[in-house]
């Protein structure tokens, strides 16, 4: 099966955890994987005629169960069940928002069947496409586009990111992609670490346009008229919602060197990064 495996991968993890945490000692967690259907004789085949597989992941536990309240409001950001029996159990209540976040961006779904003292269920649901048996891994890796195989190991970026949400999933992607990240939480935090930091601290940085305190294109300003050249000269990207021409422009007036869209399209990024670190 043709999928993104460390984004699969993620959602698996956040899943056994959960299950993990919320399970007493002397209970139980399973994980089944079926290949429920394949080929259009069952309906599963993509628009360019590729053959798609349908498969269903389900983790299941023995643990303490959800209300039909909570579970209402479970992939809202920091949502985390309020009860004496989960209260010292740490977390960021992020974990649930971004699964749900990578499922829907691999257009499948996500299901729970749980009640109080009865144990939770996940389903998630995918179809994906289905590697020609006739087609060898070799042949495969020729098709993948040269940007994939990008090496930023040791690279460090700083992301600055005001929304918690958006930092750790962008932070996830980059760490996957090698990177050493740090975030700032608005553009002047970015500026004084910016400063205070050695030269050459940062490979490049990731600037959200609209945060408080001070916003990207203020804070690019103030980077790019630092008296170190090595710091004023760090490559840098906007990341934004708005990806109209003259948001491009404005980044590019204000001294960015590049422009990704939100949400965040890993090839773009690599594509992006690769271009200005290499």
Do not use: W
């Amino acid at each position: 099966m043709l999928c993104d495996k460390a984004r699969l991968n993620r959602v698996l993890l956040n899943l056994i955890s959960n299950a993990y945490k919320f399970t007493p000692e002397g209970g139980s967690v399973a994980v089944e994987l079926r290949e429920l259907a394949q080929g259009p004789a069952d309906g599963t085949q993509a628009d360019d005629g590729t053959t798609l597989g349908s498969f269903e992941l389900r983790v299941r536990d023995s643990g303490i169960g959800m209300t039909p309240e909570f579970v209402e409001h479970m992939f809202e950001p920091f949502e985390r069940e309020r009860s004496s029996t989960v209260s010292g159990i740490q977390g960021t209540g992020l974990g649930m928002t971004i699964t749900k976040s990578i499922v829907d961006l691999m257009e499948g779904t996500i299901d729970v069947v749980t009640a109080p003292g009865q144990g939770t269920e996940f389903i998630v649901s995918i179809a994906v496409p289905l590697l020609d048996p006739t087609e060898s891994a070799d042949d495969l890796a020729d098709e993948i586009d040269a940007t994939e195989e990008v090496d930023f190991t040791g690279k460090r970026v700083l992301v600055v990111e005001d929304n918690d949400i958006n930092a750790e999933i962008a932070q996830f992607i980059l760490e996957d992609l090698g990177f050493e990240v740090e975030i700032a939480t608005n553009g002047q935090e970015a500026v004084d670490m910016i400063g205070t930091a050695e030269a050459g601290t940062y490979d490049a940085i990731l600037m959200d346009i609209q945060m408080p305190v001070m916003d990207g294109y203020d804070a690019t300003r103030a980077i790019r008229a630092l008296l170190d050249p090595a710091k004023a000269q760090v490559p840098i990207v906007a990341c934004s919602a708005n990806a109209f021409s003259e948001d491009v422009l404005a980044s590019q007036e204000a001294g960015m060197n590049g422009h990704i869209a939100k949400p965040l399209d890993v090839p773009v990024v690599i594509d992006t990064l690769a271009r200005l670190l290499h």
